[in-house]
């Protein structure tokens, strides 16, 4: 038995590389991507993700929304987005694959907190609302829309603390293009997208959208259920002026959907919905910046700057723990403007994996250097989805550093490190001077959900059903680290 596990250790972790640095633990997802793994970064003591995304050259415009976001998480550097971390080495630059991209690792999501949190204060309502749209601050400075932003793409921990993933469909508006700029692709679930968008995949937009976005999730978290839950498109435009009211015909003039800007004209008139009314218990002051996210007309929705200004986050908002991202410049995304081949894109992957292994920058000769990591991993990732994560946690052969390749992570200089963990620690601090108490994690019921970025993205069905997500608890998985007291387990640690 020994010898067999001594055995399956030598065929997972080669002696050489970044596996040496890893400890994986189980399988905590899979998915048509891949799989996902959690881990223990024996450099540092973390706990982290490891994803595998396999067969990325498949079909071009996956791998291009791969490379969009592996760049814009290396750009976005700020303690309310999820950080990559890590992304291994492949053993040769022209003929990969799979990529491996280490997370920082977050029990959850905020869709489940809301489910599982029926008793959130008032205090917790405005410290979500505050680090999204610091958040959205910085990803706006840096001419960068999200345009998929629900609660299932916020991370969470159990101390309150969120990070906003999935920048799939994320794009770039540059300073050479309008205001509003054309995209032709999916944007958005229907329950949080902007009325403007309503119907329509050919749309004219601006950041507006994200706020709308915001101004769902936040709702969302007040009500304990979306709130804008629509079957259709129709249903969607009804839910929405059911509250809101008639829009006028110049906000109407903006839907650039022809059928939903006819349905919109010829339908009777509403009277909006008190906010009161609708959000009974809800502070006043948060309901008034609700309605400025929830404006019908998108130019009537303050930026997230002025959102971040407003008398609600008085007491909280500090402009110096509130930092705007330099523009990203059109070179990073030349690739967006022209027809590019499979070769051009794995070079460009590639390209962003060496930003990692900065040592490397300047060869292409990596197999020589050393035995990839990559290959172990396959086999130890295979060994763990054939046994469906049940075998014992896998323990690497243990190596003096000194004798490993010095693995080191490049940071982006538009936010150093030193700010990013100033900032995150003021938010910390500001929980726990609030006395705002931790939060019930119940871990993610879909598996290979627990980071989301580098899916593969299609046009995901959309749940029909309504629902209360307070008392909606479907089919949960629990991950190990998460076994023992599964109702009632309150995390405390430091993020």
């Known amino acids: 038995m020994q010898k067999g596990k001594k055995s399956m250790e030598m065929d997972f972790f080669s002696e050489y590389g970044d596996a040496n640095r890893y400890k994986i633990q189980e399988v905590i997802g899979k998915g048509s991507y891949g799989v996902v793994c959690s881990a223990v970064d024996t450099h540092t003591g973390e706990s982290v993700a490891i994803k595998k995304v396999h067969g990325i050259f498949e079909h071009i415009s996956d791998a291009a929304r791969i490379l969009r976001e592996i760049k814009l998480l290396r750009l976005l550097r700020h303690p309310d987005i999820v950080e990559i971390k890590h992304i291994m080495l492949p053993p040769?630059?022209?003929?990969?694959?799979?990529?491996?991209?280490?997370?920082?690792?977050?029990?959850?999501d905020l869709h489940q907190v809301i489910r599982a949190n029926a008793d959130l204060t008032k205090e917790h309502y405005q410290f979500f609302l505050y680090q999204l749209l610091r958040a959205l601050k910085y990803i706006h400075t840096a001419n960068v829309y999200h345009r998929d932003l629900k609660p299932k793409n916020i991370l969470a921990n159990a101390n309150c603390k969120l990070k906003i993933c999935d920048f799939g469909l994320a794009r770039v508006a540059f300073s050479d293009t309008p205001t509003t700029v054309f995209w032709t692709d999916y944007v958005a679930t229907r329950w949080y997208r902007a009325p403007e968008l309503c119907g329509s995949f050919y749309s004219k937009y601006t950041p507006a959208i994200d706020i709308w976005s915001i101004g769902c999730i936040f709702a969302e978290v007040l009500?304990?259920?979306?709130?804008?839950?629509?079957?259709?498109?129709?249903?969607?435009?009804d839910l929405i002026t059911d509250l809101l009211g008639t829009p006028s015909l110049d906000a109407i003039s903006r839907v650039r959907n022809d059928k939903a800007r006819r349905y919109l004209t010829s339908m009777r008139k509403k009277q909006p919905v008190s906010f009161a009314q609708k959000f009974p218990n809800?502070?006043?002051?948060?309901?008034?910046?609700?309605?400025?996210?929830?404006?019908?007309?998108?130019?009537?929705?303050?930026?997230?700057?002025?959102?971040?200004?407003?008398?609600?986050?008085?007491?909280?908002?500090?402009?110096?723990?509130?930092?705007s991202c330099q523009p990203?410049?059109?070179?990073?995304?030349?690739?967006e403007k022209r027809r590019v081949t499979k070769g051009e894109?794995?070079?460009?992957?590639?390209?962003?994996?060496?930003?990692?292994?900065?040592?490397?920058?300047?060869?292409e000769k990596t197999n020589f250097l050393y035995p990839s990591a990559v290959d172990q991993f396959e086999k130890q990732f295979t060994h763990l989805e054939e046994?469906?994560?049940?075998?014992?946690?896998?323990?690497?052969?243990?190596?003096?550093?000194?004798?490993?390749?010095?693995?080191?992570?490049?940071?982006?200089?538009?936010?150093?490190?030193?700010?990013?963990?100033?900032?995150?620690?003021?938010?910390?601090?500001?929980?726990?001077?609030?006395?705002?108490?931790?939060?019930?994690?119940?871990p993610l019921d879909t598996p290979g959900k627990v980071v989301r970025p580098l899916v593969r993205f299609g046009h995901e069905s959309i749940v029909t059903d309504s629902y209360d997500s307070r008392t909606s608890m479907r089919?949960?998985?629990?991950?190990?680290?998460?076994?023992?007291?599964?109702?009632?387990?309150?995390?405390?640690?430091?993020?």
Not at 92 to 108: A, G, H, N, P, T
Not at 399 to 415: E, G, Q, W
Request: cysteine-free; aromatic content about 8%.
């Open 387 to 442: 046994t469906d994560g049940k075998s014992d946690p896998v323990v690497p052969l243990e190596r003096k550093h000194a004798s490993l390749p010095r693995s080191t992570t490049v940071h982006s200089n538009i936010v150093s490190s030193k700010n990013r963990q100033t900032t995150e620690e003021n938010s910390t601090s500001y929980a726990e001077s609030n006395n705002i108490r931790g939060l019930q994690i119940i």
């Open 345 to 363: 894109i794995r070079d460009l992957i590639f390209h962003e994996i060496l930003e990692y292994h900065p040592q490397l920058n300047g060869t």
């Open 223 to 237: 009500i304990g259920k979306p709130l804008f839950p629509g079957k259709s498109v129709v249903h969607q435009l």
């Open 328 to 335: 990203i410049t059109q070179m990073e995304f030349e690739f």
């Open 475 to 495: 089919g949960k998985t629990y991950p190990a680290m998460l076994n023992q007291n599964r109702n009632s387990i309150r995390f405390n640690h430091k993020y």
């Open 92 to 108: 040769s630059s022209k003929d990969f694959k799979d990529i491996y991209v280490v997370f920082e690792l977050l029990e959850s």
């Open 282 to 323: 809800a502070d006043p002051l948060s309901l008034r910046l609700l309605e400025r996210l929830l404006a019908f007309d998108p130019k009537d929705r303050p930026t997230a700057e002025e959102a971040l200004a407003h008398p609600y986050f008085n007491g909280l908002a500090k402009i110096e723990r509130e930092p």
